[in-house]
């Protein structure tokens, strides 16, 4: 079982930046692929960005160039960097763990233990 904190989450202005951070606790997150979803209202979830358990990444389009996915083993914690957030980034970002064989899981249904989520409002 994995329990996952999101953290980070805040106000900020349009070209800002914030750190969010996914701290696990239950089991080492070093087997499992990491995702960040995020919700805004009225939307469908959508994902954003992922971390493969070797450490392979990926970025979706709303993402690449501006977003970074790391993770610290050591700390059991994933962040995500996001650098010149727009209005449009305003959201519910939530992190989710799961095992996936090969590369990174880019649907939510791949993921099995999701954190409660962190508000990232991006407002002038």
């Known amino acids: 079982q994995v329990q996952l904190v999101e953290s980070g989450g805040g106000l900020v202005q349009p070209g800002g930046s914030l750190r969010l951070s996914c701290a696990a606790s239950?089991?080492?997150?070093?087997?499992?692929?990491i995702g960040w979803f995020r919700q805004a209202p009225g939307k469908e979830r959508e994902g954003v960005s992922y971390?493969?358990?070797?450490?392979?990444?990926w970025y979706e389009a709303i993402a690449k160039g501006r977003f970074t996915i790391a993770r610290d083993n050591a700390k059991n914690t994933v962040y995500l960097q996001m650098n010149s957030l727009k209005l449009e980034d305003t959201a519910v970002y939530y992190c989710?763990?799961?095992?996936?064989?090969?590369?990174?899981?880019?649907?939510?249904?791949?993921?099995?233990?999701w954190g409660q989520g962190t508000q990232v409002t991006v407002s002038s």
């Open positions: 239950g089991s080492t997150l070093d087997y499992y692929a």
């Open positions: 971390i493969s358990s070797s450490d392979g990444t």
């Open positions: 989710a763990a799961g095992i996936i064989r090969y590369g990174v899981g880019r649907t939510a249904d791949e993921y099995k233990y």
